[in-house]
């Protein structure tokens, strides 16, 4: 019975241990900016850059690439205005509703921020 006890005592303890970790691990908004950032960033660079007409297409890949890079900031703006988070203390969950005009599709994002990382387990165009 005793032994029990200890065994239970030590599972509780390593269950106590990893929620702190998990909390002291929740990454915040401005590291999920960061991410997001660099996912779109690097999303738009292979689909939207890349599909330039053949006779225009070193051109525009190379005007396209720099104007992502140089507006970094706005990228990350415009991704911080769109994102709502719910903090549940050991884990982040963020919902990303990117619309820039009607003319352009919407993107939804879901990403989960959880020691320190970020998991996207939904991404869909409207």
């Known amino acids: 019975m005793k032994g029990i006890t200890i065994g239970a005592s030590i599972v509780g303890l390593a269950l106590v241990g990893v929620g702190v970790a998990m909390a002291v691990t929740n990454p915040g908004q401005v590291a999920y900016d960061d991410y997001a950032t660099a996912q779109l960033t690097e999303?738009?660079?292979?689909n939207a850059c890349s599909k330039a007409?053949?006779?225009?297409?070193?051109?525009?890949?190379?005007?396209?690439?720099?104007?992502?890079?140089?507006?970094?900031?706005?990228?990350k703006q415009l991704i911080s205005e769109s994102t709502e988070r719910q903090n549940f203390l050991i884990l982040s969950i963020y919902k990303t509703n990117?619309?820039?005009s009607s003319l352009l599709p919407t993107y939804e994002f879901e990403t989960v921020g959880v020691f320190r990382d970020f998991y996207t387990y939904k991404a869909r165009q409207r």
């Not at 999303?43 to 292979?46: D, F, H, N, R, V």
């Not at 053949?54 to 970094?72: G, H, K, R, T, V």
């Open 43 to 46: 999303y738009l660079e292979e």
């Open 53 to 75: 007409p053949s006779f225009l297409e070193n051109l525009l890949q190379a005007q396209c690439a720099e104007l992502l890079e140089d507006n970094q900031d706005e990228i």
């Open 98 to 100: 990117l619309s820039v």
